[in-house]
């Protein structure tokens, strides 16, 4: 499958994956794309929120509550680091989607989408985007996931 650019991504990290991520089948195991997602995003958070506290985002609370991936080619390992597009899908009040591809310069390997909440760790709940964190979010926010699987 030739890469599909169908979202200008609001960023792109380039991820390293590690020997042991590779399953019995020798690909990729589909529960370490979790952890790519997720280092791609803290990456997201740093760039996003730089100027209106990526530190603060994380240390008052972001939780994952939703994840969906859809596999479409195997991911083998290799020395060279994956690409993974990321934007923001939908944006609520205190909870917004991001978007992701992840992909070499030939190749999509999978598409994701996840739902994040603003959380207070203090007062255990969800908490509302401040200003700035919403600019920052919208400042992002692009088109849905272009899964095979939904309707």
């Known amino acids: 499958m ?5 979202e200008p991504a609001a960023l792109t ?3 390293g994956l590690r ?22 995003r ?4 740093a760039e996003w929120f730089h100027s209106s506290g990526g530190e603060r985002m994380l240390r008052s ?5 939703r994840q969906e991936i859809e596999y479409l080619e195997q991911l083998v390992y290799r020395p060279e680091p994956i690409l993974i597009d990321m934007w923001v899908t939908a944006l609520g009040g205190a909870s917004w989607d991001m978007g992701y591809t ?3 310069e ?15 760790i203090a007062a255990q709940g969800a908490r509302r985007l401040t200003d700035e964190e919403r600019a920052a979010l ?7 996931v272009p899964m095979r699987r939904r309707r």
């Open 106 to 120: 030939e190749v999509v390997f999978a598409r994701a989408e996840s739902t994040l909440v603003a959380f207070d």
């Open 42 to 45: 803290i990456r997201a958070f």
């Open 2 to 6: 030739t890469s599909e650019t169908t």
């Open 13 to 15: 990290a380039e991820i």
């Open 19 to 40: 020997w042991g991520d590779m399953d019995a089948y020798g690909h990729v195991n589909n529960v370490q794309y979790h952890r790519l997602l997720e280092e791609a």
């Open 61 to 65: 609370g972001v939780l994952l509550a």
């Open 138 to 144: 919208t400042a992002r926010q692009g088109g849905p």
């Open 102 to 104: 992840i992909r070499d």
